[in-house]
Each structure stands twice: as structure tokens, then as C-alpha cells.
């Protein structure tokens, strides 16, 4: 059975979210990550472009490949831009 999400937001930009927002981008998803705070979010997506361009000059993706997955990874900036998502994946930071 195959249940495929093709849009797929991720709140939360820490190391769980970008994992996360990393895999649902390279299994075909449009992925839309979100966090309170801005700045997580392009230091998420700059770690995740780093992973697959380290990738790329290691020979195991081909830049095809690397700019399909980064296409795929968008920033949101307000919670209202994740409406037309069909999976959404909370991984804030719990604070008890």
C-alpha cells in the first residue's frame, strides 16, 4: 500500500523538522516548513540544501536530482500558508 502526500507541512525548523521536511522532499512531496521564528526556518532549509549538495560532489545524486529536491522545499511564513497541505507533521520542542 503507497499513500503518497503531495503537499506536506512541517512545523518546527529544528533538526527533527528539517529531517523530516528532508525526507517528504525527496520522496516527491511539496514540502512547506514553519517555525515561529524566521530565521530557523532558511537555517533548516540551508542545512538541508547542504546535505544534498555534499551529496551531489560525493557523487551519490546528480544535480538534476538535487535541484528536484530543492524545488520542493518552501518556507512558510504564517500558518495560514499551510491550508492546502494534506499531511501535517508537528516537531516543535516540548517543554516540560
Keep these: 500500500m503507497t ?7 512541517v512545523i518546527g525548523a529544528g533538526a ?3 529531517g ?6 525527496q520522496a516527491g512531496s ?3 516548513l514553519y517555525d515561529t521564528q524566521a530565521e530557523a526556518i532558511q537555517k533548516a532549509k540551508d542545512a538541508v540544501h547542504q546535505v544534498w549538495d555534499t551529496l551531489a560532489s560525493k557523487g551519490r545524486l546528480d544535480a538534476d ?6 524545488s ?3 518556507g512558510a511564513s504564517a500558518l495560514s500558508d499551510l491550508k492546502t497541505c494534506e499531511l501535517v507533521v508537528e516537531a516543535i520542542v516540548e517543554r516540560l
Design 65 to 70: 536530482t538535487v535541484n528536484a529536491y530543492k
Design 30 to 32: 511539496q514540502v512547506w
Design 20 to 25: 523530516i521536511a528532508q525526507i517528504a522532499a
Design 3 to 9: 499513500i503518497a502526500f503531495t503537499q506536506v507541512a
Design 72 to 74: 520542493r522545499l518552501h
Design 16 to 18: 527533527m523538522g528539517r
